[in-house]
């Protein structure tokens, strides 16, 4: 997480990237990075599981949760 708040996305309100299965709503929470590139990098590294899939940009939210 450290690594987020020191490395955010040069674009305004957006933390990162993720890879998103076209037509769903969000998108896989394991696939988020800081850079655009190391999402390309990962869907390429994933070959078929992420064929049908795009790269969307991400905002991180912190929730509390009661336990």
């Given at each position: 997480?450290?690594?987020f708040l020191?490395?955010?996305s040069p674009r305004w309100g957006f933390d990162g990237w993720a890879?998103?299965?076209k037509g769903d709503q969000k998108p896989l929470a394991?696939?988020?990075s800081t850079?655009?590139?190391e999402a390309r990098d990962m869907r390429r590294e994933r070959g078929n599981?992420?064929?049908?899939?795009?790269?969307?940009?991400?905002r991180i939210?912190?929730?509390a949760v009661e336990g």
């Open positions: 997480m450290k690594a020191r490395h955010r890879i998103r299965i394991w696939t988020v850079t655009r590139e599981l992420l064929r049908d899939s795009e790269i969307v940009k991400v939210v912190v929730e």
